[in-house]
């Protein structure tokens, strides 16, 4: 092997370069002699056994990805309790493969960042190819026939955000190319789900093979979302004479097809530019971080925080490999459902839509120094402690006061983990439904508890209204996070000028009112008024934000 060498800026010390590939990986003391734990298992032998006989496909190649799940796969790897890596699929942005997948051998460098400010360094070498998941890269799309149809392959993993299974837009009707795609069968999908569709069509043809189709995303039943989109897809296809309707049973045949539920937790945030210095100064070459055409930040390495969860619903028709013993835990479908409904609509996900909201509209870059104000603090304290708690269930697996604990008192306020309210703001319309609403609604299926009563979380939905007029508390502008119904529901907003709350009008009704939006009428459950009124407080003038959220907080 060749040698590079940089001078260490603090030492002015040689140091060798370290290059993100197979070969070079193979060199194991400069690694680490650098401080980088490698993998442990015969890299060769694993990926020679992945093509042939894949057990694995992710779909959704990103981050928490890399950072989460292919380690725990990497774990087993290591101790010799699997045999066969991972394929990784990106269905949304090729460019994360072509840029980020293909130049490095599929390699990533995970950094887990602690709270003292440590960083702990693994090359994650656990996916052995890295594909397009669409019909116009026709080698990559034809190697997931095989794959598909290879009696080997056990389970399809995704996380594709939740985004990736709307087939609908906020008015309830379907997207055209959803259309499109509805009408032209699985030869050419454009959805991603029309293209899992088409791709179980193939396993289907090949023997109705048993496999578990399973959603680690953050959204409520995420199995049951992920099924229905699929099964909506294989349906209009049956209707339209596309396929068979034996492949709707096949899809809908659990002893075949399993859709487990799963709640997921680490924080996984955009690469770190002071990560990316740190790791230039041990000699890390491939440091670059890519913002691709379709805004995704991702680079060679991966900075994550170190807690993290995944609990699954132990449904695999096909056989799974034992992640049990990578710290998964496995268990039934109520459990999960409690799981889930403790993080995403309580004890974490509300707490971070919450800080990333007013955290734009207050001018924070990082999700750390919001948890320094105090009046973000106590208003995600009440989201969380006063107006969550009282209606999550005690799953038992984990303690949900233990897990707020953590959350509030460890997780957030790391300073090392540069996570922003700009990023956990992305597809706030999205998940709005699934981290206030749910709450709202068991608020209105218990008869010691009223709606009506809560102030915090009608609060931060009044400040995501504000936040989508785009301009923050000083009256600046400000750039929105992406989101697929920003245009639709800025529309409703067109006439509303900042420091005239009578501009207001009717605009918020067709927001407030939508139940695809939120689960509910929240006219109907009497928060609709409520949160007019703290929009219009908001409305006020410049630093009327601020005022508001001192007010109601601190209550």
């Known amino acids: 092997m060749l040698g590079y060498f940089k001078k260490n800026l603090h030492t002015g010390v040689d140091v060798e370069m370290l290059n993100l590939s197979i070969n070079d990986i193979k060199n194991r003391k400069i690694w680490e002699d650098a401080g980088i734990k490698l993998p442990t298992f015969d890299y060769d032998k694993v990926a020679a056994a992945t093509a042939e006989n894949p057990e694995w496909v992710h779909f959704g190649a990103g ?131 029309s293209k899992v569709a088409a791709l179980m069509y193939t396993r289907f043809r090949n023997g109705k093979l048993p496999i578990a189709l399973v959603s680690m995303d953050n959204c409520s039943h995420n199995g049951e979302v992920l099924h229905a989109s699929i099964r909506t897809i294989v349906e209009k296809w049956v209707e339209n004479g596309l396929v068979e309707k034996g492949f709707l049973d096949y899809i809908n045949n659990e002893e075949k097809v399993s859709f487990p539920w799963t709640m997921i937790d680490k924080i996984t945030p955009r690469p770190s530019e002071k990560v990316r210095d740190a790791l230039a100064e041990i000699g890390f070459k491939n440091t670059e971080i890519v913002q691709t055409a379709k805004n995704t930040y991702i680079a060679p390495f991966i900075n994550a925080e170190a807690a993290e969860y995944l609990v699954v619903e132990d449904k695999f028709p096909n056989g799974r490999m034992p992640l049990e013993e990578a710290g998964v835990i496995f268990t039934d479908r109520e459990t999960v459902n409690k799981v889930e409904k403790m993080k995403v609509g309580t004890c974490l996900n509300p707490l971070h839509t919450a800080l990333a909201i007013f955290g734009c509209l207050l001018g924070y870059e990082l999700i750390a120094d919001e948890m320094k104000d105090e009046d973000l603090r106590r208003l995600i304290e009440r989201i969380g402690y006063e107006e969550g708690l009282p209606v999550v269930v005690d799953p038992g697996v ?107 009008g009717d605009s918020l009704q067709p927001i407030l009112s939508n139940e695809k939006l939120f689960g509910s009428n929240l006219y109907d459950v009497g928060l609709g008024e409520k949160i007019e009124g703290y929009f219009k407080e908001m409305l006020a003038g410049k630093g009327a934000v601020r005022e508001t959220l001192r007010k109601y907080c601190h209550g």
């Open 398 to 504: 984990l303690n949900p006061r233990d897990f707020i604990d953590e959350v509030i008192g460890e997780r957030l306020p790391n300073p090392y983990i540069p996570d922003s309210p700009q990023r956990i703001a992305t597809d706030t319309s999205q998940k709005v439904g699934i981290r206030f609403g749910e709450t709202i609604k068991a608020y209105t299926g218990r008869e010691d508890l009223d709606p009506v009563d809560l102030t915090c979380i009608p609060l931060a939905i009044a400040g995501w209204l504000r936040y989508l007029l785009g301009l923050d508390d000083n009256g600046q502008e400000m750039s929105l996070s992406p989101d697929p119904m920003l245009e639709e529901l800025r529309s409703y907003l067109k006439g509303v000028e900042l420091g005239q709350p009578e501009s207001v």
């Open 63 to 193: 981050n928490i990805f890399r950072g989460f799940i292919a380690v725990l796969q990497q774990k087993l790897l290591n101790e010799g309790k699997a045999n066969s890596a991972i394929v990784a699929v990106e269905t949304f942005d090729e460019e994360i493969i072509d840029r980020i997948y293909a130049p490095y051998d599929n390699l990533g460098l995970l950094v887990i960042m602690k709270s003292d400010g440590t960083l702990e360094k693994e090359v994650v070498a656990s996916i052995t190819e890295g594909l397009v998941g669409d019909p116009s890269r026709e080698r990559d799309w034809q190697r997931l026939q095989e794959i598909f149809a290879n009696p080997s392959l056990r389970l399809a993993s995704f996380t594709i955000t939740e985004k990736g299974y709307s087939l609908k837009d906020l008015q309830g009707e379907y997207f055209d190319f959803v259309l499109e795609d509805m009408k032209n069968g699985p030869e050419k999908p454009v959805h991603a789900m």
